[in-house]
C-alpha cells in the first residue's frame, strides 16, 4: 500500500511517499503540487474499492 504525507519543516513543504519495503520518498512541493499527487493517487476523496486515508479514517463522516 502506498502511504503519502505531507511535511513542513518551518521553512519548506514536501510531499512523503512510504512503500513498504522501500526507502521513502520525500521531495519539496507547494501546496498545489501535493493535491495533484493526492488526486492522482486517489487520496482526494473516498472511491469505491480503494483503500484510503478516506476509508481508514472515515474522514469526511461525522462521529455519533
Sequence with gaps: MLVIRRMDDG?????????????????????QEHARILQIYKQDKPYEGVINDFTEFQLGR???
Aim: charged share 35%; aromatic share 12%.
Design 11 to 31: 521553512k519548506r513543504s514536501y510531499t512523503a511517499m512510504f512503500l513498504p519495503g522501500e526507502e521513502p520518498r520525500i521531495f519539496p512541493t507547494t501546496d
Design 62 to 64: 461525522d462521529a455519533k
